[in-house]
Each structure stands twice: as C-alpha cells, then as structure tokens.
C-alpha cells in the first residue's frame, strides 16, 4: 500500500521561503515519477512540478525559477523548495506518485493528503 506524507507547509510573508518534503512508503520510489499540485480555494487541483526517476524535470509557467523539485531516492523522499513566495501560491499543496512523469493530473495514481501553504502580503 503507498502511502505519501507531506510536510513543511505553513504561513510565511511574501518574499519568503518554505521547502515541503514528501515521504513515501510502499513503493519503490526510485522507479516513480514524483509531483506537486496545488490547489486554491474554489479553484482546481493544478500541476506544479515533476520529477522522474531518469531526471526529467516539468516546471509550471507559473513557477519556473522560483521553485525547485528534488527527489532523494536513498530516503524515499522528493521535496519542493520554493523561494519568492508570492499571496498567489496559497493553495494545500499535494505530493502525487506515478509511473509516468508529466504535467497531467491523471498520470498520477497515488496521493497524499496535502499541507496547507499560506503566503500574506
């Protein structure tokens, strides 16, 4: 059974940093293509950035050069720093594990339960 677990979300002031981490269990992670999405209030669930087990690397338009994903095959865990923080990033963050690596939500079939990341103005 896989399970993800998200952590490191919390509040921060524009400008600012966080960096989620994403533990995964029941898999073996080094053969997954690992994602973030996010998603606002009223709004849909939307990619965020991708990584695959050959190194591929998929940025949302909205996200290049602020946010960087990484993945650590040896602790199972893949990670989303994000710098710049902008109020627009407020969303519950999802970590997401899937054969392949893309952008597409459906690409992905297992999920973990989210954290709440919250940038002020």
């Known amino acids: 059974q896989v399970q993800l677990v998200e952590s490191g979300g919390g509040l921060v002031q524009a400008g600012g940093s966080l960096r989620l981490s994403c533990a995964a269990s029941g898999l073996t992670f080094s053969n997954y293509g690992m994602a973030w999405f996010r998603q606002a209030p009223g709004k849909e669930r939307e990619f965020v950035a991708s990584?695959?087990?050959?190194?591929?690397?998929y940025y949302a338009d909205s996200v290049k050069g602020r946010f960087t994903i990484s993945r650590d095959n040896a602790k199972n865990t893949v990670y989303l720093q994000m710098n710049s923080l902008k109020p627009e990033d407020t969303a519950v963050y999802y970590c997401a594990a899937g054969f392949l690596v893309d952008t597409k939500r459906g690409s992905y079939h297992d999920w973990g339960q989210g954290t709440q990341v919250t940038v002020s103005s």
């Open positions: 990584n695959g087990w050959s190194g591929a690397t």
